[in-house]
């Protein structure tokens, strides 16, 4: 109980603060593409640039036979995208912001929430583009979509518990970065993005069950490809599964928080 | 309103000795459950105990040597550390200068910078919009305020942050060694706005080396000595009871490391026909003492012993170097024409400075003993080291004996 007490006052804190993750937020985001040329167009040219590489060795080389497939692929990359970038960039946001953490006072917790938030942004703002493909690929998405921000919120709870448990946890273990990156190539590659569900043998289907992300790639796909409702008993417990990511991702932070300050 | 701005009890911290050291524990060192630290000497206490209460309105110094806990209790009352133990509370809104310009990047724009940073404050867009103005007045950066921060210089910087800080508007400041930001007018600037703070009977904390400071402005000092309130008081009497204390301490380490008798960098050559068996330097009344304040009296005193009659005259010789090895004064007997006639096989020699000009400093001490023809029995080099202490900055090397006359 007292995690839950906690987990509500720093809900709170953050609440308070919510005019500072904004502006780290903005901040972040401007400074991505800060003296670059082509600027903020990277954040679409990126995934685009992705997709496009996706799109040549599979259809081109490997031949998946498949109906429009490198927009199929788009929508099941986009929101990864949104998660891996997060957690890869989340994983070092308080130990990168040794200055912030020791110079002044605010709940640490921001730090990781905004790295979750500038992707977040990012990732809606590609929407756009995917909703262009799609439109050109004459697949258009229709009622589906209002389950979309649900989805988007189940994603978005199961990230930032992940992102805060890890955040704390590489002040200590900061063979964590490293650790994350090769788990990240290895977990992208079991979700079916780049590759439709029915690709995966039978007898392993059975685990996509027990891969979040890969649920949620089913989702996304089922809304903006196949034009159909996801299954909404499974998207209630993507969403019970994140809050209690949350929960458990909020305490490990809690209890690695105090000695943020000395140990960065 | 009669409640205290700060309250503390009975806090203490203690800071890990790995993070001293900044190590971390990376994955291997945690799976092999190498243990870098013994377990018992990991902890060093920082601050132990303290206790105290500052009342609203005021301002209160907080003096102390280099690591005696300072600046660490300063960032307990911010909120950027917690306490081991014990209760910290702050009625009213903080802010400290502690660290300026907290969250500057130095790619944003100091117009983009102020926004970021006074938010980090608690300040909200609406209150920096119309502070924005005065606080870059203030920072004297209206030419800069929209170029990026890399190209400001540390001052600038500095300056920014500072101004940014003090129109948080707080109700407690802390400040921490910051007074001497930027160049002289803006040094005016800040002092000020402290003037004002006080004046508006806001309560103001700082840590500071500035004695004068101490002693202008603050209602009452408190000295800590390692890690614990040593004494608290009118600031007065609190900083000559530190100054006595880090007096005598210095003199211990000076002496510990410059003891009688040990060479210092020193070299040591002649042929010892007549061998300087101990250097002492003493006060008037015959104390050994290796720190003097100015114009005090000062007596090297040589003390020899003759292993082989010479056949020439025998000529005592010293000489007092700065650090920087330029020579203030040197002498000899053969110089001033006074005769030694060697009785006695041991003997000692005074060479008795009635008042010791020297400006504040440390200086080095040569004794030699040689021949009329300046061959060498026993020479010491840089052997002895003393200090002189003085409350008057001036510089040089000796301070000469004068007045001021004034026509004006």
Same mark, same amino acid.
């Given at each position: 109980?007292?995690v ?5 006052l720093d809900?709170?804190?953050?609440y308070?603060?919510r005019?500072?993750?904004w ?9 991505r ?10 954040s ?9 590489v ?7 080389y ?6 429009h497939y490198?927009?199929f ?8 995208i949104w998660?891996s970038a ?5 994983v070092?946001?308080i ?5 912030l953490i ?12 905004v790295?979750?938030f ?8 590609s929407l756009?583009?995917?909703f262009?493909?799609l ?13 979309l921000?649900?989805i988007?919120f ?5 990230t ?21 990156g ?7 590659f079991v ?7 029915k690709?995966?043998p ?16 089913l989702?996304?796909?089922?809304v903006?490809?196949?034009?159909r ?9 993507l ?19 105090e000695?943020?300050?000395e140990?960065? | ?11 203490s ?6 993070v001293?050291?900044?190590?971390y524990?990376?994955l291997?060192?945690?799976?092999l ?5 013994p377990?018992k000497?990991r902890y060093i ?10 009342p ?8 102390g040597k280099?690591g ?13 550390y917690?306490?081991?133990?014990g209760t910290i ?17 130095? *790619?944003?724009?100091?117009? @983009?910078?102020?926004?970021?940073n =006074?938010i980090? $404050?608690?300040l909200?867009?609406?209150?920096? &919009? ?7 007045r ?5 030419d ?8 400001y ?8 942050g ?8 707080p ?6 060694e910051?007074l ?16 004002q ?10 840590v ?9 402005w ?7 000595n ?9 600031p007065?009497?609190i900083?000559d009871?530190?100054?006595e204390?880090?007096?005598?301490? *210095?003199?211990?380490?000076? @002496?510990?490391?410059h003891?009688? =008798?040990?060479? $210092? ?5 002649g042929? &010892? ?11 008037r009344?015959g ?10 009296t000062?007596?090297?005193e040589i003390?020899?012993r ?13 000489g007092i ?8 004064y040197g002498?000899n007997?053969?110089i001033?024409?006074?005769p ?11 060479f008795?400075i009635?008042?010791?000009t ?5 200086y080095?001490?040569?004794?030699a003993?040689?021949a009329?023809?300046g061959?060498p029995f026993?020479?010491?080099?840089h052997h ?11 510089v040089g ?12």
């Amino acid at each position: 109980m007292a995690v839950l007490k906690t987990l509500a006052l720093d809900i709170r804190d953050l609440y308070r603060y919510r005019a500072l993750i904004w502006t780290l937020v903005v901040k972040e985001l401007k400074l991505r593409y800060r003296g670059s040329v082509l600027g903020f167009f990277w954040s679409f040219l990126n995934p685009l640039l992705l997709m496009a590489v996706y799109a040549l060795v599979f259809s081109v080389y490997m031949r998946i036979q498949m109906e429009h497939y490198p927009v199929f692929m788009f929508c099941g990359l986009l929101p990864w995208i949104w998660f891996s970038a997060s957690l890869l960039e989340g994983v070092n946001s308080i130990v990168g912001r040794g200055d912030l953490i020791t110079k002044a006072f605010f709940p640490p917790q921001i730090l990781p929430m905004v790295t979750l938030f500038s992707n977040l942004i990012n990732f809606l703002l590609s929407l756009p583009i995917l909703f262009i493909f799609l439109w050109a690929s004459h697949v258009i998405p229709g009622w589906p979509l209002i389950v979309l921000p649900a989805i988007l919120f189940a994603q978005f709870l199961f990230t930032l518990g992940l992102v805060l448990a890890l955040s704390a946890m590489n002040v200590h273990f900061r063979d964590l970065t490293h650790i994350l990156g090769n788990l990240l190539t290895l977990w992208f590659f079991v979700c079916p993005i780049i590759y439709p569900l029915k690709q995966i043998p039978e007898r392993f289907r059975f685990l996509v069950d027990f891969n979040p992300m890969a649920l949620l790639t089913l989702m996304y796909q089922d809304v903006f490809f196949y034009n159909r409702f996801p299954n909404i008993k499974v998207l209630g417990g993507l969403i019970a599964l994140g809050i209690i990511v949350i929960v458990v991702g909020n305490a490990i932070f809690n209890t690695y928080r105090e000695s943020f300050a000395e140990d960065i | 309103m009669s409640e205290a701005a700060i309250e503390l009890q009975h806090v203490s911290k203690r800071f890990k000795r790995t993070v001293l050291k900044s190590n971390y524990v990376t994955l291997k060192d945690f799976l092999l459950r190498k243990r870098r630290v013994p377990k018992k000497g990991r902890y060093i206490e920082v601050l132990n105990d303290i206790s105290l209460t500052v009342p609203r309105g005021k301002t209160i110094g907080i003096i102390g040597k280099n690591g005696s806990g300072k600046s660490t209790l300063l960032k307990l009352i911010a909120g950027i550390y917690r306490p081991d133990s014990g209760t910290i509370k702050v009625n009213g809104k903080l802010s400290s200068l502690i660290e300026l310009g907290a969250g500057f990047h130095p *790619e944003f724009t100091g117009r @983009e910078n102020v926004y970021i940073n =006074g938010i980090l $404050l608690g300040l909200t867009k609406q209150q920096i &919009r119309e502070r924005f103005d005065q606080i870059v007045r203030f920072a004297e950066l209206e030419d800069f305020i929209d170029m990026p921060v890399r190209t400001y210089s540390s001052g600038m910087y500095m300056r920014l942050g500072f101004s940014v800080a003090v129109h948080v508007d707080p109700e407690i400041l802390l400040i921490d060694e910051v007074l001497a930001v930027g160049d002289e007018s803006f040094g005016h600037k800040c002092k000020e706005v402290i003037r004002q703070f006080r004046a508006a009977m806001k309560t103001i904390v700082m840590v500071t080396h500035d004695m004068s400071a101490v002693e202008k402005w603050c209602d009452e000092a408190i000295w800590l000595n390692k890690g614990e309130v040593a004494d608290r008081g009118e600031p007065r009497r609190i900083i000559d009871r530190y100054r006595e204390n880090v007096k005598e301490d *210095e003199e211990k380490t000076f @002496e510990a490391a410059h003891q009688v =008798g040990t060479n $210092l960098l020193g070299k040591r050559w002649g042929d &010892r026909q007549i061998e300087i068996t101990k250097v002492r330097l003493l006060t008037r009344e015959g104390q050994e003492q290796s720190i003097y304040n100015l114009g005090e009296t000062t007596i090297i005193e040589i003390s020899y012993r003759v292993n082989e009659k010479p056949p020439q005259p025998v000529v005592f010789g010293v000489g007092i170097f700065t650090a920087d090895n330029i020579c203030c004064y040197g002498t000899n007997t053969d110089i001033e024409k006074i005769p030694i006639s060697l009785s006695r096989n041991e003997g000692r020699v005074r060479f008795i400075i009635e008042e010791n000009t020297l400006i504040e400093g440390t200086y080095f001490l040569d004794v030699a003993i040689h021949a009329e023809d300046g061959y060498p029995f026993d020479y010491l080099q840089h052997h002895t080291a003393f200090a002189i202490r003085s409350r008057v900055k001036d510089v040089g090397i000796c301070r000469l004996p004068h007045s001021w006359e004034m026509d004006t």
